[in-house]
């Protein structure tokens, strides 16, 4: 069946330092790719997809390439701020509303 | 602004006692899903609507339930709560539930098992 599997958190770094949350996946078919994120008492929400390899998803200074060839989709930012400290989870869907799965999640601290 | 609100935000109930919780959705979304989050873990897919078909995942217990009366609202019912039933409970909504449509959350329910 299908899997995501994210390296394991808590990650801790210094404001301005560069961010990459490692995420890889199996799955059947040409699955979706996203990254959500968890601020502390809130439900998740999108921070950038993309839906066929090679596309780039980018947002609020994020980015994430959809590898194929290495079926993998890491998370980078070039310089964190302490308002980036959250939970961030690579999902992906191959078929439809019922096939989303998530990764279980890397808490992401920054300190100023 | 259009959104998917979840209440109540913090409910505590006493083990074996019936518990309800809500969410409603401005955006029109065809497709709404109830995620079960334990602490530390990914969301679980409990169960989903699209538009009134009702899908509901193997695993879930028969102990969860969940209504949706129109297109609006979506509803879980927890019939006997166990403690092991305490966590973080989602509501999510998408537009056709395509593989690349995006999933929008409400800010969950914690639920308390005394």
């Known amino acids: 069946g299908d899997s995501v599997t994210q390296m394991e958190g808590p990650v801790t770094l210094s404001e301005e330092a560069f961010l990459t949350i490692n995420c890889t996946y199996t799955?059947?078919?040409?699955?979706?790719l996203f990254w959500y994120v968890q601020y502390p008492g809130e439900g998740l929400q999108l921070l950038l997809k993309a839906t066929k390899a090679d596309d780039k998803g980018s947002n609020k200074g994020f980015e994430a390439t959809y590898r194929k060839e290495t079926t993998s989709f890491h998370l980078e930012k070039g310089s964190v701020q302490v308002s980036d400290s959250a939970v961030y989870f690579c999902?992906?869907?191959?078929?439809?509303?019922?096939?989303?799965?998530f990764g279980t999640g890397t808490k992401l601290q920054v300190i100023p | 602004d259009a959104m998917v609100i979840q209440n109540p935000r913090y409910q505590v109930t006493q083990f074996g006692k019936p518990v309800t919780l809500s969410c409603s959705q401005t955006l029109n979304h065809n497709v709404m899903y109830w995620y079960q989050q334990k602490s530390s873990q990914a969301p679980k897919l409990l169960f989903h609507y699209y538009d009134k078909d009702f899908n509901n995942e193997a695993d879930t217990p028969d102990n969860f339930q969940s209504r949706r009366p129109n297109t609006s609202f979506c509803f879980l019912d927890i019939r006997s709560p166990g403690l092991g039933d305490a966590a973080m409970y989602l509501c999510a909504t998408s537009r056709e539930g395509g593989n690349s449509d995006t999933q929008y959350f409400g800010p969950g329910t914690r639920l308390t098992v005394l």
């Open positions: 999902a992906l869907n191959s078929g439809g509303y019922q096939k989303v799965t």
């Open positions: 799955a059947t078919g040409y699955p979706s």
